[in-house]
């Protein structure tokens, strides 16, 4: 509708252009272009350069060849480092450098500065190639029958729609469907209610609670999950906890009390967040803090956050002691998903 | 064989000979010494729990008591044992200066001389974590084992390359580059501050001295092959060096490629 | 003397010689000499800020060719092995042979820590080049018809690299990487509805599981360069077409290009800075540690380092995660984890989107339908400088809140009170850089007026006989007069009447209000350009002040 159409907010150009423009200015020589001496020069120089590139070359070499890989020297400054790395750096660095400022210095002295205008062209094309063109198609499509015979139409974008399909499902086979795989881990490998040992990260032997005295941090696994299973890395991605110590009369949360064993609590070391082993734990404000993106749960109070971006409590892992070993037990797996939320998590 | 040959010229290999030297003497001696008992081992001479005592009304009790009990400014003392005492007061940690988020490292204002016997003092109040002795830090420990225990157990809080890194609330775990094998150890005996403790019975005396090993030989000692460190700081300091030098430098060359060359006008 | 042998060369007969017949031979077959004639003696305008994108080009090369070094040395694999090399403290660690075979690239093959790092500048150069590069055809508006599309280009170039650049940081496997890794698991899980899936599908399972290396390495050097390549060759292809822009200056016009010829000049500068830039970054590669893998020891899951940082260009992500406060959703059983979407897709999927499309939302504002190839000085278009140093401001304070834990350390901060001073700024110092831009612009513009009307101050203070002491200032020249005032001032637009000529209610489109008051917004406040009469009222009139 031409009625809706805005005015053109823009002046015309150069209407309001008070200073005309005084064209471009007549070219100076510079002392190259006059004095054959200065052009000499100019040409040892660049010449140089390219000279120091060649022996740059020879550098890199001779340092590939002769230098030892692992030795290591130490220089003002730089401290204890590798010599050979140094060598081949520089000496390429230099060849290439030289081999740069030789052209440039070149182009700047002794080929032409003289600048040249050349004109632009409009990029829209001339009304009568406008028109052959989109004759030029309409004939074609009128000759193809696109327009008219709508069965093809429809049935051949019903195919080319369709036929992509093919590359999306083969992709099917990238992975195993999530099921309730990030719902369980190896704690619960022994059954709902099963035990399992709790093992020190450190010795790989069972703890005692005894050995987790106050105000100390214990990383721990379950019993049977070792760096030579094949699915160690996923495992222990979900598995990894930590033990500490509290009074019993610092915990906040009843159900932490009845999951802990004489003080002795034990958590997941996965961010619930998005996921990074949390073990920056500072024992005089039993806090614990992700090194990732600084979320800090309070173990004191079942593991609530108490900054940062995480958004849910660190999952604690119900934990008591065999009557007969003394080493301590996890009783069952955790009693929800631990690290970072997805959408089935409910 | 190539591997060992290659193994032979790497730069830590002196150092590598050195610990397996050190390794079977220390083996040696620990085989036929007695077993170690914390308080049995060198009974504090009762002139040194004198002296300490001394020393301890004049430096220590205002925060920590008369008798090492603790008041509103300090902790009570009473079996932190000999280690933490050598640990804080030799590192210049103890006597603070003043009550903030957290005692930093800073000059020691005794000598180790008094340390031992305010040490001693504070031992005679409760027993707790001796001092180690010169063999449990030696630098002769498995650094491989080392540095599996430091990123399992240390690297969260003290960075990689032990940098150290930030806690919540303006408190920090320290750098590691310079301080003292025996007080690394003993940090990790007696969980000084907000840091947690790594008790033997967790983490035994062997494992401390090769976490020691590995922080001296890797942390403090290493090499650069790459050149410039950078503080190792990781990826922070090296997006700070290119958009500062590394671009730099590529902005002054496009400046010096563009600029007109100088005009003769000397006519 | 140059210029001599230059004429006879021109002038003269053409040589009958082996490199003639050597062309003829090509000629017979592809005829190209119509194209050589037209394009070999082409202008390209000489001008710093023209470089910035080659130095990303150049980069770009650096990183195909070290990059094709490193394949052949790198093994894309994570089965487990026990380290045997010669890095003495990773000696019996288990291991995959991804990471190890990096180990090996640092230790054991000569000159493969030179080339590695020499790749990894590269691409810390390439990406910083890029935002240079961006943001100087930003403010000088040289997105303008007819180069909208070559924009899109560009930008989608910003978005390859840097997707690129996260895949080749995670390749190696080391702890900082597989850290990343895992922080991009959370994201992608935090998808709804899909998201649980699309995380199996890409890992091949459970995190991180067997495959995500291998895929990863396929991505990096195969799928995303590729596409690279091929947008890197349409986008030079279309500066090459539509001809560079230039500067305001004497003799150069909307129609026409003025600068040095592509033979010689302009080829042996643009071939010499190549050498230049692969020059500086190899003396970096061998003067400067970047990523030491080999301390940050193999990847577990459990393990972590403080000042787990990614690479600079993904630091804005990391920092957006950070600052963001913990909400998250439970509805019907479904978990919606605001604390992650909002920060690692909507924010950036906001900033850049509003990057892709800025040519179209000022054009529409504008109305402007014409051709530019004169650059706008910066401060001629005040709001648009404002929106570029906002857009700057607020990926800065996201870049800085990445390293918040690095700052605290090193400044004696709290990292609580750094995260929220970011929190707060975020929002602040966006409308902050607006502002002061903004007046910086017009302040300049102001400047400009003065310089043009009373002269350029020369620091010379003269004594008149009457005893008054002025500052003798000296008119401009014809160029820089030219220069300080060929800018146009565009009028803001108006609402047309509310009936028109018949007395009819006029309807208006919603879309319309809006582009009027932005329009208003572009253009009602502006620093009048001082008038020829002005001028030779002030300079006719008295000589000084």
Redesign the interface.
Known sequence: MSEEKLPEPHSPAGALDPFADPGLPAH????????EKAARRAERQVSLLFVISMLATIGFIASYVSI?K???IDIF??????AL??AL?CTLGVALFCIGAGA?HWA??LMT?EEIVQERHEFKSDPADREGAIREFQRGAAESGFGRRSMIRRTMIGAMALVPLSGVVLLRDLGPLPSVALRHTWWGKNGKNGRTLII????NKP??P????K?????AKPEGLNVDNHDYLEEIGKAAILL?RLEPDEIKSKKQLEWSYNGVVAYSKICTHVGC?????????H?L?C?CH?S?FDLADDGAVV?GPAARSLPQLKITVNEKTGFLEAIGDFAEPVGPSFWERG | MK?LS??R?????AI?VLLFALAATGGLYAAFAPAKSAQAEDAPSSLAVEEGKKLFLSGCSSCHGQAGQGTSDGPSLIGVGAAAVDFQVMTGRMPMQQQG?QAPRKPTAYTQAQADQIAAFVASLGAGPSVPNRDEYALNGN??E????F???C???????G???????????PPLKDVDPKHIYEAMLT?P???????D????PE?KKNIVT?IT???KD?????????G?????S??????TI??G???A?????????????TK | MASTHADSAATGPIPDNAATKTADYFDERLGFYGVAKKNLRKVFP???????G??ALYSFIIILLTGVWLTLFFKPSMEEVVY?G?Y??????HMSEAYASTLDI???IRGG?AIR?IHH?AA??FV??LF?HMFRIFFTGAFRKPREMNWLFGFLLLVLAMVNGFTGYSLPDD??SGTGLRIAEGVVLAIPLVGTYLQFFLFGGQFPGHDIVPRLFTIHVLLVPAIMVALVTVHLALVFYQKHTQWPGAGKTEKNVVGLPLLPVYTA?AG??FF??FG?TAL?G???????IW???PYTP????????????I?FLEGSLRIMPNWETNLWGHTISWNVLIPSLVVPGVMFTFIAAYPWLEAWVTGDKREHHILDRPRNVPVRTGFGAAWIAMYLVLWIAG????I??HF??????ITWTMRVLFFVAPVLAFVVARRIAMALQRRDRDKVLHGRETGIIKKLPHGEFIEIHEPLDAEKLHVLTAHEQPAPAELPPAVDENGVARKLKPGQKLRVRLSKFYFAEQIEKPTAEEFKEITSGHGHH
Request: negative net charge; hydrophobic residues 40%.
């Open positions: 100076e020589p510079r002392v190259t272009d006059i004095d030892d692992y030795k290591i400054f730089f401290g204890k480092i590798g790395n140094l750096g440039i700047r002295t500065d020190n990260e450190n010795t703890l005692r005894e050995h987790i005295v105000g100390s941090l214990v990383m500490i082993p949390i073990g920056l734990y500072e024992q005089q404000t806090h803090l090194p600084q800090t900054f | 591997k290659a193994r010229r790497h730069p830590l290999a590598v988020p650094i491989q080392g540095g599996e225990l990123r399992t157990n690297s969260q809080c003290h960075n990689f390359s940098e150290g890194g930030a806690l919540p609330e303006g408190k920090f775990a969980g501050q907000n840091m947690p403790s790594f008790p019975a967790i983490m035994p494992q590995y030989g890797v942390t290493e090499p650069n092959p790459g050149g410039l460190g950078l190792r700081l990781g990826p922070v090296e997006g700070l060096f290119v958009w590394g671009l430098l590529v902005i060359v496009t400046i010096w490629i563009a600029a007109r060359t100088p005009k003769a006008r | 000489d001008h710093w800020s023209f470089m910035l080659e130095v045997s010669s003495v403290p990773l000696q019996g660690i640092s230790f054991d820590l790092q500048w810390l150069i910083s080049s240079v702890l900082l500068k010499g800075f230049i830039v500086i970096l061998g003067l400067v540690q970047i990523n030491p301390s940050y020891g459990d393990q972590i380092t403080a000042g787990s940082q990614p690479d600079w260009y630091g390293g918040n834990d690095i605290a350390t004696h901060l709290s990292i609580n009170s």
